[in-house]
């Protein structure tokens, strides 16, 4: 069974950082492509970033562009998203996803 | 970027009856690979969304063969034959051709 399992959420003060992690189990994790996808509260879905399976190669919306990381660890089955300078506007709930599974999903709050 | 249009923003019906869900493309979607890649998920209340089709018209494993996506280039439809119960929530198309991927609004599927 494919397992994706997000930690790292919390709550920060805008213009600080957060690190998530995402261990994932259940496929060959080096043979995926990897991806974040937000859900603001209420809101619908944005995707946030991606990665390619050796990692060499990543991508991200202008909102993110430059104040996020997406990296990974094949030897760890773990993708990570580095968060910094983060923003109200990045308060959300924040998914792992292989392009075919989605995490349970970590939260993510930024206010003073 | 791709503009993703979903209609209608919310459907009410009744268990047993069909419902179709429109997508609309601001581009096409076929890839250089020939492939489109205009993928559906439904995200039940209080879940995480779970892909249900990818690639237009393929299902995922264990997604009842109720469900049934068509269409091309830019004009893409995901019906639901003989709703039931579980099939409640928001269902999002997602393009995944051009970066960045984009999700429509999505459509919120209530039973009366």
């Known amino acids: 069974e494919v397992q994706l399992v997000e930690t790292g959420g919390g709550l920060v003060q805008p213009g600080r950082s957060l690190k998530l992690s995402c261990v994932a189990s259940g496929f060959t994790f080096s043979s995926y492509w990897m991806y974040w996808i937000r859900q603001a509260p209420g809101k619908g879905l944005e995707w946030v970033s991606s990665i390619n399976t050796d990692g060499g190669s990543t991508y991200y919306p202008d909102s993110v562009k430059g104040r996020f990381t997406i990296s990974r660890d094949n030897a760890e089955n773990t993708v990570y998203l580095q968060m910094n300078s983060l923003r109200s506007e990045d308060t959300a709930t924040y998914y792992c996803?292989?392009?075919?599974?989605w995490g349970q999903g970590a939260s993510v709050t930024v206010s003073s | 970027d791709v503009v993703m249009t979903q209609t209608p923003p919310s459907l009410s019906v009744a268990i047993g009856q069909s419902v179709s869900i429109s997508c609309k493309s601001s581009?096409?979607?076929?890839?250089?690979?020939?492939?489109?890649?205009l993928n559906w998920l439904l995200q039940s209340p209080g879940r995480s969304p779970k892909r249900l089709i990818y690639?237009?018209?393929k299902l995922d494993s264990g997604v009842p063969d109720r469900f049934s996506g068509s269409g091309s280039e830019k004009d893409f439809t995901l019906k639901i034959s003989r709703v039931e119960a579980e099939d409640l929530g928001v269902y999002y198309c997602l393009q995944g051709t051009h970066l960045p991927f984009t999700f429509g609004s999505g459509t919120k599927l209530e039973i009366k």
């Open positions: 690639q237009v018209s």
């Open positions: 996803a292989n392009g075919d599974a």
């Open positions: 581009q096409s979607l076929v890839a250089s690979d020939k492939n489109t890649y």
